[in-house]
């Protein structure tokens, strides 16, 4: 049998693309990103694509999974053979993009990475660890070490949120920049309004957490059956991100309506039309923000809790260890349908604050594409 990542590398130095001198009318960006089920990831996909061809409209983008599992295709990840890949037919290289800093979840080797010739990219990445208030997950000290050599070979480096930013500069990575979440600007020109008689929706907890996580899980699942009793069951719907949370969620609330799509653009359908969005997916609280939908994010570990701070959200979101969790969860459900909408303030102004410089580093990286293009 072939072996697939065990091959001998040819970096094709001498034949890259980018030094080919031929006229083209197309600008090829190798996209390396999550390619699984999980809607989430599709919405930071789709906003960086979306943002970067408004300034690139002669872009097409080549999907690169970024990791093994459920990934579209191989080779994954920004090495080995990838690494003669984007050298021979990529004019840019663009790595986004969410939890990637997460146990450097991009395995992108510091030596290998010097050896890529087109332009990289580093857009909307973020930390995250296995419960609150913990330190960045990293479990080799020698993943610190090729994510600073990575930004160092990056002409820009943008992260989610304060947190992130300030893993960078402990490493010495000054160039970095917070911009938000790619996803807070798929539909960037909403604010948040309370529309009245939409469906309260409920992001389903990842179901793995039933193994490593039973008592974090209990807790957010067990939301559901309380949120239907205060609002009724026909209001509620709870929205699956990943296939993965349908089988649980229809074993669990066989009653109860669902929500899973493989096309991210029914969930901004469905999340412009509801009143509320309430959860622990982090990324379905940026989408329904983005939307204009009011939300209200339960910080799980320090992805949520590093969105809650860099948006100064500390009085209005809640972390699932809480006392009383439902009780805090309905209080703040019923302001928002009173029409009070006076806690999104900072978040709003903030947002606003960072969709500029967002937009400036998309324009950055598009001038610095068309800088090197024969």
Request: proline share 5%; with cysteine.
């Given at each position: 049998?072939?072996?697939?990542?065990g091959d001998?590398?040819?970096?094709?130095?001498?034949?890259?693309?980018?030094?080919?001198?031929?006229?083209?009318?197309?600008?090829v960006?190798?996209?390396?990103?999550?390619?699984?089920f999980?809607a989430?990831?599709?919405?930071?996909?789709?906003s960086?694509?979306?943002?970067?061809s408004?300034?690139?409209?002669?872009?097409?983008y080549?999907?690169?999974?970024?990791a093994?599992n459920?990934?579209?295709?191989?080779?994954?990840?920004l090495?080995?053979?990838?690494?003669s890949?984007s050298?021979?037919?990529?004019?840019?290289?663009?790595?986004g993009g969410?939890?990637?800093?997460?146990?450097?979840?991009?395995r992108?080797?510091?030596?290998?990475?010097?050896?890529?010739q087109?332009?990289?990219?580093?857009?909307?990445?973020?930390?995250?660890?296995?419960?609150?208030?913990?330190?960045?997950?990293?479990?080799?000290?020698?993943?610190?070490?090729?994510?600073?050599?990575?930004?160092?070979?990056?002409?820009?480096?943008?992260?989610?949120?304060?947190?992130?930013?300030?893993?960078?500069?402990?490493?010495?990575v000054?160039k970095a920049v917070?911009?938000?979440c790619?996803?807070?600007?798929?539909?960037?020109?909403q604010?948040?309004?309370?529309?009245?008689?939409?469906?309260?929706?409920?992001?389903?907890?990842?179901?793995?957490?039933?193994?490593?996580?039973?008592?974090?899980y209990?807790i957010?699942?067990?939301?559901?059956?309380?949120?239907?009793?205060?609002?009724?069951?026909?209001?509620?719907?709870?929205?699956?991100?990943?296939?993965?949370?349908?089988?649980?969620?229809?074993?669990l609330?066989?009653?109860q309506?669902?929500?899973?799509?493989n096309?991210?653009?029914?969930?901004?359908?469905?999340?412009?039309?509801?009143?509320?969005?309430?959860?622990?997916?982090?990324?379905?609280?940026?989408?329904?923000?983005?939307?204009?939908?009011p939300?209200?994010?339960?910080?799980?570990?320090?992805?949520?809790?590093?969105?809650?701070?860099?948006?100064?959200?500390k009085?209005?979101?809640?972390?699932?260890?809480?006392?009383?969790?439902?009780?805090?969860?309905?209080q703040?459900?019923?302001?928002?349908?009173?029409?009070?909408?006076?806690?999104?303030?900072?978040?709003?102004?903030?947002?606003?604050?960072?969709?500029?410089?967002?937009?400036?580093?998309?324009?950055?990286?598009?001038?610095?594409?068309?800088?090197?293009?024969?």
């Amino acid at each position: 049998m072939k072996r697939m990542f065990g091959d001998r590398i040819d970096y094709c130095e001498e034949n890259a693309r980018i030094h080919r001198s031929f006229t083209r009318s197309s600008i090829v960006i190798h996209h390396y990103c999550p390619h699984t089920f999980n809607a989430g990831d599709h919405f930071v996909v789709l906003s960086i694509r979306k943002h970067l061809s408004r300034l690139l409209q002669e872009a097409v983008y080549i999907p690169k999974a970024i990791a093994v599992n459920r990934g579209w295709g191989g080779p994954h990840r920004l090495r080995g053979k990838n690494i003669s890949f984007s050298n021979k037919y990529a004019d840019a290289v663009v790595v986004g993009g969410s939890d990637n800093y997460r146990n450097w979840s991009l395995r992108i080797d510091g030596k290998e990475i010097r050896k890529l010739q087109p332009p990289l990219f580093l857009v909307g990445l973020g930390v995250s660890s296995n419960d609150l208030n913990e330190q960045p997950l990293i479990e080799k000290d020698t993943y610190l070490e090729d994510i600073r050599i990575t930004n160092e070979k990056a002409l820009v480096s943008t992260v989610r949120d304060d947190a992130t930013l300030r893993f960078l500069q402990e490493l010495g990575v000054s160039k970095a920049v917070c911009t938000g979440c790619p996803a807070l600007f798929i539909d960037d020109t909403q604010e948040i309004t309370v529309r009245e008689g939409g469906d309260i929706i409920v992001t389903f907890p990842f179901p793995v957490n039933r193994q490593s996580m039973p008592k974090r899980y209990a807790i957010l699942h067990g939301l559901i059956p309380k949120l239907a009793k205060r609002y009724g069951s026909e209001r509620l719907l709870i929205s699956c991100h990943d296939d993965r949370d349908v089988g649980p969620a229809s074993e669990l609330f066989p009653e109860q309506r669902l929500f899973f799509s493989n096309y991210p653009e029914q969930y901004l359908d469905v999340y412009r039309r509801a009143s509320m969005v309430i959860g622990s997916r982090l990324h379905g609280t940026m989408l329904s923000a983005s939307v204009g939908t009011p939300f209200l994010n339960i910080d799980v570990d320090i992805r949520g809790q590093a969105f809650t701070e860099t948006f100064g959200m500390k009085a209005w979101n809640l972390e699932y260890a809480v006392p009383d969790l439902a009780d805090s969860v309905i209080q703040r459900i019923d302001s928002v349908f009173s029409g009070d909408l006076s806690s999104f303030d900072a978040f709003t102004t903030k947002k606003n604050e960072l969709k500029t410089v967002f937009d400036s580093t998309m324009a950055e990286i598009a001038g610095h594409v068309r800088d090197q293009l024969p």
